[in-house]
C-alpha cells in the first residue's frame, strides 16, 4: 500500500475552499488561544523578533514580515485573477458584471455607514477603522457556500465571484490610497521601473525565474521603502502577467504562474499571516467582556454582516426594482440577501487593514482584530443558515440545458462547451468547485483530475 505525501495530501486538500478556509481559522484561533494563555510573552516575543538588514530599512518583527512581506505573495495572485477577469472572465463583459460590480460598491459604503454610525451614537470618536469591515475574504466565503449553499443555482457562486473580484480592487485601491503616508517618489520610481522590466520579460515569454524572482523582491523592497504598502507591489506585478494564451501555449501566463504559486499562497503564506495578525492579548487588555463591548469591536463586528447585507442587497434591489437591470439565471433577491451576509467574513484582507488603521499601542487595535474573526463568524453562520433556506427554496426549480445550475455556464454568461461535441451534460450547484475565477471547467480535460490553483 503506497504512503500517502504529507506535502501531496496538504496540497491536494487545498483545492477545497472549505479546508482552506479551516487552515486559516485554525492559524488565527490558535495565536488568539496562545496570545491569551500562560505562555502569552512566548508569543509576544516570537511576533516582535525582529529580523532584516537595517540598513535597507527592512529589519522587520516577524509579525511585520508576515503583513508586509510574505502577503504580498498572496496579492500576487490576486493580481493574476484580476487580470484574468479583466481580460477573458466576468469583467469582460460589462453587461453580465454590472450588477455584482455596483453591489461591490455598495457592499464597501453599507459597512462603512454602519461603522460610522456605531462610532457616532457611542460618543468615542474613534473613527480611524472605518476601512476595517470593507473586504471580503473570498476563500471563507466560498467555504461557507459550499458547506451550505448546495442546491442554489450557479449565478449565486457567480455573482459571489464578480463581486469578490471586484471587492479586492476596491480594497487594494483604499490600502494604496488611504494607508500611505510619506511618500518618496524616487523610490516608488525604482520600484515602477523593476515593474515595468518584469512586465517586459513576462510578456516576451521569458519567465526563467532567476531573473523574475530578483525583480519582484527589487519591486516589493522599494516599494515598501517609497512609503506605499509593499503589497500593492505584488498586485502590480500580478497584473502585468498576459492572461491570453500565445502561439503554441496550452495556458496562458497568468493561469501559469497560479499554478505555481497557489499552493505556496494558500497553504504557507495565508495561515502564518493569519498566526500572526490573529493574535491579540485580550486577557492584558480588558478581558473578555471589552472585547464584545468596546465601541470599536462592536462598530467592527456589526459592520461586517450587517453593512454588507444592507449593502449589497439593497444596492441590488436598488439595480434590479428601479432600474430594470437582471439578476443572473435563477437568482433572486433572496439569494442575494443570503450570499450578502457571507460576504461579510472579511479575515485576510480586514485583518491587514485593521493593523494599518491603528497603531500597535492604540488602545482599540487589539479591539479591532479581534471583532474581525467575531464578525466573521457571525457573517458566516446567519450566512449559512440563510444559504440553506435558500437552497431548500429552488428544491422545485426545473433545470434547463442552459440553466445557471449547470457550471457549462461561465462566468460571463456564455455557454462553456461546443454545442456539437456536448453530450450528457451534469447538472451542477453554486457549491461546485469545477468553476474557476475565468469561468473554464476546473478540471484537466486529460485526466479529469482538478489543477493546482
Known sequence: ???????????????????????LMLGAVTALIWANSPWRETYATISSTT???SA??????????????LLAIFFFVIGLELKTEFITGSLRDMKQALVPMIAAVCGMIGPILVYVAVI??????V?????????????????????????????????????????????ITIIAVFFTSGISFLWMAVSFVAIAIFAVLVNKRIVHWWMLWPLALIAWGTMHASGVHATI?????????????????????TEYFGEKIDFTSSGIVLPIFAFFAAGVNVVDSGGVLDMFTHPVAIAVYLALPLGKFLGIWGGTALLTKIFRLRLGKGLHLPDVGAVSLITGVGFTVSLLIAQLSFA???????????AVIIGSVISAILGGI??????????????????????????????????????DPTERDATSDDIRLDGRPNTDPDTGSQPTR
Not at 120 to 125: K, W
Open 1 to 23: 500500500m503506497a504512503t500517502t505525501n504529507p506535502i501531496s495530501w496538504y496540497k491536494k486538500k487545498l483545492h477545497s475552499e472549505t479546508f482552506a478556509g479551516s487552515v
Open 51 to 53: 529580523v532584516g538588514p
Open 56 to 69: 535597507l530599512h527592512l529589519d522587520l518583527s516577524l509579525a511585520a514580515w508576515a503583513s508586509d512581506g
Open 120 to 125: 457616532a451614537i457611542s460618543g468615542s470618536d
Open 127 to 171: 473613527y480611524d477603522g472605518w476601512a476595517i469591515p470593507v473586504a471580503t475574504d473570498i476563500a471563507f466565503a466560498l467555504a461557507v457556500l459550499g458547506l451550505f449553499g448546495k442546491g442554489l443555482p450557479t449565478a449565486a457562486r457567480t455573482f459571489l465571484l464578480t463581486l469578490a473580484v471586484v471587492d479586492d480592487l476596491l480594497g
Open 233 to 253: 507591489a505584488g498586485v502590480l506585478l500580478g497584473l502585468s502577467v498576459p492572461a491570453l494564451a500565445k502561439g503554441s501555449e496550452k495556458k496562458p501566463l
Open 360 to 370: 500597535p499601542d492604540h488602545p482599540a487595535a487589539g479591539y479591532a482584530r479581534v
Open 386 to 423: 440563510a444559504l440553506r433556506m435558500r437552497a431548500k427554496a429552488h428544491r422545485g426549480d426545473e433545470p434547463s440545458e442552459y440553466d445557471a445550475t449547470s457550471d457549462n455556464i461561465r462566468l460571463d454568461g456564455k455557454p462553456n462547451f461546443d454545442p456539437i461535441a456536448q453530450a
